[in-house]
């Protein structure tokens, strides 16, 4: 996927920013070396995010923006039930 030239400063802070959290979760959880431990599923949060950000401000037209909208919706629904309904 290229990134587009006249894309908003903003969006690619934002989308830095959930780099960033997703790293940090990514790496709290491997120096634990428990994956029961993450209790808010901070990762699967991130990466919720992240195919929304990228699904919604960096796909235009045809294929490709339905095949993220798709990737990102499924996120969306997965993510949520593993939040909603992991125990705690």
Known sequence: M?????VDPGRRRFLVLILA???????????RHNVAA????SVVVGLMLL???LACFYTRTGWKRSAMKGVAWTWIVLGSAYVVWTPL
């Open 2 to 6: 290229r990134l587009r030239i006249d």
């Open 21 to 31: 959290l997703l790293a940090v979760a990514s790496l709290m959880l491997i120096k």
């Open 38 to 41: 993450d209790q808010y599923g």
């Open 51 to 53: 195919f929304n950000h």
